[in-house]
């Protein structure tokens, strides 16, 4: 298995490394946000932040930078919720669109269909990038899109995609074991959900 950490140098950038190359690097600018969304985005077991004389790595470059396709964004779209007036998601977050937020979002904002699709177009890049680097193996177009599907849904990082037994099946070569594994994440709070049921069904056979 590869060594992976995240190592934060003094010029603001995060650099995934994997056995000792730099494989990928997010920018943060000094932005806790953005501190906090490259630990959620990364494969890294261990971290570490330089002092300011330790210059940051040359950064390799990346794989096909691989996009979800049609089928998987007619998929997400069609079972995550839109709405094109901003609101409070509960927690005092100004979410609008396919759940976009950030400080472009401000009360009373009002967007159109393409305007919340191109938001989300946005927002799936970091998912894109995430499901990338964790497969080791090699996946067609239709498996990509349904494991991005279901990274966008479960979330990243140990306690979804990153950490479940349908990444490490699948990096084991097992790819019927790892599509018998969307079903599995169809709970609420311990109880089957019909939606999530349905979502999980679709995502399966759009990877098989």
């Keep these: 298995m590869p060594k992976r950490s995240l190592e934060i140098f003094s010029d603001g950038r995060a650099y995934e490394m994997k056995d000792d190359l730099a494989i990928k690097v997010t920018e943060t600018n000094g932005q806790t946000k953005a501190l906090i969304d490259a630990l959620k985005f990364s494969m890294a077991k261990t971290y570490h932040i330089h002092l300011p ?11 096909g930078s691989k996009h979800i396709n049609q089928e998987g ?36 904002m009002t967007i159109s269909q393409k305007q919340a699709e191109d938001l989300l177009i946005g927002d799936l890049e970091k998912f894109e990038s995430y499901v990338e680097d964790a497969v080791e193996v090699e996946i067609d177009d239709n498996q990509f899109s349904a494991l991005v599907c279901f990274c966008f849904n479960v979330g990243p ?14 990096n084991d070569g097992d790819y019927q074991g790892a599509a018998n594994q969307f079903p599995v994440w169809n709970k609420v709070n311990g109880e089957p959900w019909p939606g999530l049921t349905r979502r999980r069904l679709a995502e399966q056979a759009l990877f098989s």
């Excluded at 964004?73 to 995550?80: G, H, P, Q, R, V």
């Excluded at 990082?157 to 699948?170: I, P, R």
Aim: hydrophobic share 30%; aromatic share 10%; charged share 25%.
């Design 53 to 63: 004389d330790k210059q940051p790595p040359d950064v390799a470059e990346r794989r």
């Design 73 to 108: 964004f007619k998929l997400l779209t069609a079972f995550e919720g839109c709405e094109l007036t901003a609101y409070d998601d509960g927690g005092g977050v100004l979410t609008i669109g396919y759940g976009h937020t950030g400080d472009d979002v401000f009360p009373e």
């Design 157 to 170: 990082g140990t306690e979804g995609f990153g950490g479940s037994t349908l990444l490490k099946l699948l």
